[in-house]
């Protein structure tokens, strides 16, 4: 599992004070099993910091998932600092978080080139990506060897269409598996509906940040990720 700490970096520039610091969010995550942290630095910065994404490449332990724009200032980040791995993610200053997958099928050409440019400067290169076939075909052929699907449909459909937004998933999973894409998920994930998602066989891991970030404000950190991951290891025992 990867634990997004960019809300410890929200709270820290509401009042652009020094804490708290994400850099210690990312030790108590990694103390509570994290597999990774992801970060996502923006265009307008409103959290995370150069100064954060150039600490954590220096002192995180397991591995660092940069989200980032396929703008040619977030290239130069990735290929300065060198992250475990890269997410294109699409972008926009108005909306309070990622709102949806990244269009690769209708920009395929142009982020092809981005993730050529990448991967010869050794960032290996994932795209969030919704959870249809088109999307993850052009993914596969633009170069990424990871897709995160985005699982915010699930995530926000009521009790009664949660099913089928669960199968879609599934399917979406099953599909990018056949292409030999590693698989990953994640948006909207919580403790309440992570079960459902961490049982389908081909999702290899699960990125999930405001959900752990909401209970560690009561139990902490480290003790937050351990109970998220409890719940993914519940979900796949049968298999």
Not at 1 to 7: E, L, R, S, T
Not at 122 to 145: K, M
Not at 157 to 173: F, I, K, Y
């Given at each position: 599992?990867?634990?997004?700490?960019?809300?410890?970096?929200?709270?820290?520039?509401?009042?652009?004070?020094?804490?708290?610091?994400?850099?210690?969010?990312?030790?108590?995550?990694?103390?509570?099993?994290?597999?990774?942290?992801?970060?996502?630095?923006?265009?307008?910065?409103?959290?995370?910091?150069?100064?954060?994404?150039?600490?954590?490449?220096?002192?995180?332990?397991?591995?660092?998932?940069?989200?980032?724009?396929?703008?040619?200032?977030?290239?130069?980040?990735?290929?300065?600092?060198r992250p475990t791995?890269?997410?294109?993610?699409?972008?926009?200053?108005?909306?309070?978080?990622?709102?949806?997958?990244?269009?690769?099928?209708?920009?395929?050409?142009?982020?092809?080139?981005?993730?050529?440019?990448?991967?010869?400067?050794?960032?290996?290169?994932?795209?969030?990506?919704?959870?249809?076939?088109?999307?993850?075909?052009?993914?596969?052929?633009?170069g990424a060897t990871?897709?995160?699907?985005?699982t915010g449909s699930?995530?926000?459909?009521?009790?009664?269409?949660?099913?089928?937004?669960?199968?879609?998933?599934?399917?979406?999973?099953?599909?990018?598996?056949?292409?030999?894409?590693?698989?990953?998920?994640?948006?909207?994930?919580?403790?309440?509906?992570?079960?459902?998602?961490?049982?389908?066989?081909?999702?290899?891991?699960?990125?999930?940040?405001?959900?752990?970030?909401?209970?560690?404000?009561?139990?902490?950190?480290?003790?937050?990720?351990?109970?998220?991951?409890?719940?993914?290891?519940?979900?796949?025992?049968?298999?």
């Amino acid at each position: 599992m990867g634990v997004n700490i960019d809300h410890v970096a929200t709270l820290r520039q509401a009042r652009g004070t020094f804490e708290p610091d994400p850099v210690a969010a990312a030790f108590a995550a990694e103390r509570g099993g994290a597999a990774h942290i992801t970060i996502h630095l923006r265009e307008d910065r409103r959290h995370i910091q150069e100064r954060d994404l150039d600490i954590l490449s220096r002192t995180v332990a397991t591995g660092i998932d940069l989200e980032m724009a396929a703008t040619e200032e977030m290239v130069a980040m990735a290929l300065k600092y060198r992250p475990t791995f890269a997410t294109l993610v699409p972008e926009r200053r108005e909306e309070l978080t990622t709102e949806g997958g990244l269009d690769v099928a209708r920009n395929r050409g142009r982020l092809a080139a981005v993730i050529a440019e990448l991967v010869k400067g050794g960032v290996p290169v994932s795209t969030f990506v919704e959870p249809a076939e088109e999307q993850l075909a052009a993914s596969r052929e633009a170069g990424a060897t990871t897709v995160e699907i985005h699982t915010g449909s699930y995530a926000n459909a009521g009790v009664a269409q949660r099913p089928a937004r669960r199968e879609e998933l599934a399917a979406a999973a099953r599909f990018a598996a056949s292409l030999g894409l590693n698989v990953s998920a994640g948006h909207g994930l919580t403790y309440y509906n992570v079960k459902a998602v961490a049982a389908i066989p081909e999702i290899e891991e699960l990125n999930i940040g405001h959900s752990i970030m909401s209970r560690a404000l009561f139990v902490g950190l480290e003790e937050a990720t351990r109970q998220m991951l409890a719940l993914m290891r519940e979900a796949r025992a049968g298999f």
